[in-house]
């Protein structure tokens, strides 16, 4: 591995005139195809095979047509009455008239939705507005019409009535053609613009359903302000202007190859909004990281030669290994999101890891080409002298604290647990949901709008069930009681607002039961009441021979959420396995990949502790929205921790074990790789923690909660797990720590990951295949 990364890098340094313009070459045509090609993004998240998703196809099958709840576009007009009035009094009427011949004017609106009762009659097949006064009155006289008791009539009424009981909120509803993707700026804009008439005549008006979420994701400040901070810590680092630059400069080009070719990805496949910004994310990190290391190898080898391109080669043969099998470490972590089987995570894994991708190749074949580039300026613009550890023989901050860790290992190893231990308590509380409505920032539209609903008509109209109940098997003179009965057992739930028949297919074999929960779609109480309907279902089908499943957008949100929290243990034991064995093979050691591993489930535990702590019970007052954690952040943050973690123990300890193969003992070694190694890794994590805190800026909540997570996770591992726990354990186990079975070492591949087959010279040819 060595040899081949020397020659990569030997040969990028002296053809630069060759290298670089490949990737300017490259940059130009993600530009060319981001700019030509690119799609719109998605803010859904669906899973198949959910028993949500059951259900709802089974709707689609029995009743024809239909849409998922989680893809289709539709907007949803909420009007507040001045204070003082109601929304039926005749000038509020006329307005909201005004409001609703506007939005028939839309292009972007359903045919079947603009018919106008009022001008002749409905075509067949049209479903003309509802709006809040008319479509109230038409539904309590059509629930009058049906024969049932006055208190159960009004009940159900009020459950699907546009209008509040007090008649000061109302909603109007209008479906959107295509789907959510299809939703431009421009038709968000004519939605806004519609709700005029209203707002001129004093009426309150928020906008809110899927149409009006669909915005272009976050990003571009964030991104600056982690590599303004990033310059600083690689000046401090050098004490160099110029070789601070280095590292951004790729890490510019690298994160610019990798965000326009995923933009360019969007024109060919449905992404979320959140896949780009997350490649971006990881991608701008490890890029600014793995160029530093390089670079700081790079200035230590010229203490052993003149020679710039041996220098830039060796560096790259060297730092350049722990490179690749750090990389290696996150893309195992990120594209093993695909074993868990969920689409759009698995898009997110895919995306991140082609960041990471290319962030190794500019490290590895760009990085060196630059360096040959500024040739002997390559350390220029000097500001203060920086003294290279390995080559000083003053004791430097790293050299002090890592003496007295070995001095006292088993009391380091103890503190350091129980501060993590502490940490990570509220995780105990983790609760999951995806972003929607109810969590989208106070002060949003549709934030707006989803509030009005809830204080117009209770926190469960936002989030109402649907049961799709299955006959087929009944004897038809025994469906309408099997019906009645699913009914019944729903509205006899505690949380439960109101169960009602909302009708049956042609063929009567098949039914529709609207649920309306007391509680928020985000609340434990509706998650709970999902479950409690479903297992119901048993008893039902007992007695009454009826199946049923539970659908609607809260409940496949919440099958969503269960399949991901399900997937996090098989997809942890896929990525530690793996990267187990691939450590096992970088160190030759079965007990430092074991500690390695065991490390980051004390970091990623603190991480989720802290994580819960300040975004969902709103510690500290920092986040002004406390809300469940995003579902698919848990099993993301694993897979990209893990492999960050493994960037920090292999750059740490691939010194530990170079000095002990060169014959240090146990001790010795520990102090001289941390020696060069704390330093490297310290400024690498500032870095790191920089770019990703610098997301918490961002409006969005999941990114804010992202980006401290990954902050957080990062100064866990680095500062505390690889700093402070990993050499106490080193230093208890002794020698002991690079134990590998004489069989096992016969077995696993010798990678060379610190180059001891690459001969020192300060001239002379290169080393050959023999070497």
């Given at each position: ?8 890098g ?17 940059l ?25 998703q ?20 539709s ?23 005004g ?12 045919d ?5 009762p ?12 509802l709006?809040?006064?008319?479509g ?21 009424a009020a ?5 509040s ?24 804009t004519?939605?806004?613009d ?35 901070v ?10 160099s ?9 790729t890490a ?20 979320t909004q959140?896949?780009p ?25 010229l ?46 894994g ?15 074949t ?7 580039l ?8 000097k ?22 860790v ?5 009391l ?14 509220p995780?105990?509380s983790?609760?999951?949901a ?14 707006e ?18 049961m ?18 699913v ?19 042609p063929?009567?074999?098949t ?12 609340s ?14 048993g ?36 990525v530690?396995?793996?990267?187990f ?29 802290a994580?819960?702590?300040?975004f969902?019970e ?18 993301f ?20 074990r ?19 190694g ?30 401290f ?28 720590a ?20 690459l ?13």
């Open positions: 591995m060595a040899t081949f990364l020397y020659r990569i030997r040969f990028s340094y002296r053809r630069k005139g060759i290298v670089l313009p490949i990737w300017l070459a490259i130009v045509l993600a530009g060319i195809g981001a700019a030509t090609l690119s799609g719109p993004t998605s803010t859904s998240f669906s899973i198949p095979g959910t028993p949500a059951a259900a709802l196809d089974l709707q689609k099958e029995r009743f024809g047509g239909g849409e998922d709840p989680l893809t289709s576009a907007a949803q007009y909420v009007f507040q009455a001045p204070a003082g009035t109601t929304l039926d009094s005749p000038e509020n009427t006329a307005a909201i008239d409001v609703i011949a506007n939005i028939r004017g839309i292009a972007a609106v359903k079947t939705a603009k018919a106008d009022a001008a002749g009659p409905v075509p067949e097949g049209a479903m003309p507005l709006d809040p006064i008319a109230n009155q038409a539904i309590v006289d059509q629930y009058a019409q049906a024969g049932l008791a006055p208190d159960v009539a009004a009940a159900n459950a699907v009535s546009p209008l009981p007090d008649k000061t909120i109302g909603i109007l509803d209008v479906p959107i053609t295509g789907t959510v993707t299809d939703v431009t700026a421009e038709i968000r004519e939605l806004t519609a709700a005029q008439p209203a707002r001129d005549a004093g009426l309150t008006v928020e906008i809110g359903g899927s149409a009006m979420q669909a915005a272009e994701p976050p990003g571009g400040t964030a991104e600056l302000i982690g590599l303004a990033a310059a600083v810590v690689l000046v401090v680092m050098f004490g202007l110029v070789a601070a630059g280095l590292p951004l400069i510019i080009v690298g994160i610019g190859v990798t965000s326009l070719t995923i933009t360019t990805a969007s024109g060919f496949a449905e992404l959140f896949t910004i997350l490649a971006i994310m990881i991608g701008l990190a490890v890029a600014i990281d793995y160029s530093l290391f390089i670079v700081a190898r790079f200035r230590n080898e203490s052993e030669t003149d020679d710039r391109e041996e220098a830039a080669a060796r560096a790259v043969g060297t730092a350049g290994s722990a490179v690749v099998f750090a990389g290696t470490t996150v893309l195992i972590a990120l594209v093993a999101l695909r074993v868990v089987g969920i689409p759009f995570l698995s898009q997110m895919l995306a991140a890891g082609f960041g990471v991708f290319v962030a190794v190749l500019v490290a590895l760009m990085l060196p080409a630059v360096l040959g500024f040739g002997r300026k390559a350390f220029a613009g500001i203060r002298t920086v003294p290279d550890p390995e080559h000083d023989d003053k004791p430097t901050n790293g050299l002090r604290w890592v003496r007295l070995i001095k006292r290992p088993a380091v190893l103890i503190a350091g647990i129980v501060i993590l231990g502490v940490i990570a308590g995780m105990t983790l609760r999951l995806l972003p929607s409505v109810a969590t989208a920032e106070p002060g949003t539209p549709a934030r709008a989803y509030d009005l609903v809830d204080q117009g008509f209770g926190p469960g109209r936002n989030g109402q069930l649907l799709v109940v299955d006959a087929s098997e009944v004897p038809e003179a025994d469906r309408a009681a099997a019906f009645q009965a009914v019944d057992k729903a509205a006899s739930e505690s949380d439960v607002v109101n169960a009602q028949q909302a009708g049956v297919n063929a009567g074999d039914a529709l039961v609207s649920v309306t929960p007391k509680s928020s779609p985000i434990e109480d509706t998650q709970n009441l999902v479950t409690a309907l479903r297992d119901a279902e008893g039902l089908q007992s007695e009454y021979g009826v199946t049923y499943g539970v659908t609607g957008q809260t409940a496949l949100e919440i099958d969503v959420s269960e399949r991901l929290q399900d997937a996090l243990v098989p997809y942890l034991a896929v530690v396995g793996l990267a064995l691939l450590l096992m093979v970088v160190f030759r050691s079965i007990l430092v990949p074991l500690t390695a591993t065991l490390g980051f489930l004390l970091s990623v535990l603190a991480t989720f502790g994580t819960v702590f300040i969902q709103g510690g500290l007052g920092l986040i002004s929205n406390p809300q469940p954690i995003v579902s698919f952040m848990p099993i943050l694993i897979g990209v921790v893990f492999g960050l973690a493994m960037d920090y123990q292999v750059f740490l300890v691939s010194r530990m170079e000095a002990y193969v060169h014959g240090a003992n146990a001790s010795d070694a520990i102090v001289t790789g941390f020696k060069y704390a330093r490297v890794v310290a400024a690498a994590a500032v870095i790191m923690i920089s770019v990703f805190a610098a997301f918490m800026l961002e409006p969005d909540s999941f990114i804010k909660s992202i980006g997570a990954l902050a957080a996770a990062v100064f866990f591992d680095a500062f505390i797990v690889r700093m402070i726990l990993i050499p106490a354990v080193m230093a208890l186990l002794g020698d002991k690079w134990y590998l079975p004489k069989w096992l070492d016969k077995i696993l591949p010798n990678v060379d990951i610190e180059g001891e087959k001969v020192r010279r300060t001239d002379g040819p290169a080393p050959t295949s023999r070497d």
